[in-house]
Structures are given as C-alpha cells and as structure tokens.
C-alpha cells in the first residue's frame, strides 16, 4: 500500500475517532475531487470553484447533519454511521 493511500485511510479513521470523541461537534472529511490547481500540476478535472462545492456544502451542515462521515464532492460516503453505532451500543 503506498503513503498515501495509507494517510487517507489514517485521515479517515482520525475523522471517525474525533467525531466520536467530540458528539458536539460535526467533524467530517471531505474530497474536493481532482481540481485543476498547482497541487495536481494543473491536470485535474474541475475547475477551483466546483471543488469548492463540498466544503462549503459540509461547512454548512445543519447541527443534526452527518458526522464522522467522507464526502467526496458533494456526495455523502457513510464511511462509518456514528449515530448508528451509538443507538446499538
């Protein structure tokens, strides 16, 4: 598995762990998608304002939104259901 593979999953389960660990708070990760930028060396696929989208749609989240949760853009990706894992236990 490569490094960075292996940080995506670490950032995944570090998101899961705060939003366990901070109920009051929503913590979420999202993946703005392969944005045309400096940081792809410009060979994404949408433009900066389009990746955007996702983080001021997951910034905007009701206070009874997702949390604990991957979106990748704007699509919600329930890596982990935390709500879930709190009613069964």
Known sequence: MSAYKLSKAAL???TRLTAK???NIIVNCVH???VVADMTSQTGFIIVEE???GL???T???NDGPFGVYF???NFINIFDI???NALQ
């Open 83 to 85: 709500k879930r894992m």
């Open 21 to 23: 660990k901070f109920p």
């Open 12 to 14: 995944n389960a570090y």
């Open 72 to 74: 990748d853009a704007t």
């Open 56 to 58: 001021v749609m997951a």
């Open 60 to 62: 905007l989240l009701p």
């Open 32 to 34: 703005p998608g392969h």
């Open 51 to 53: 990746g955007a989208k």
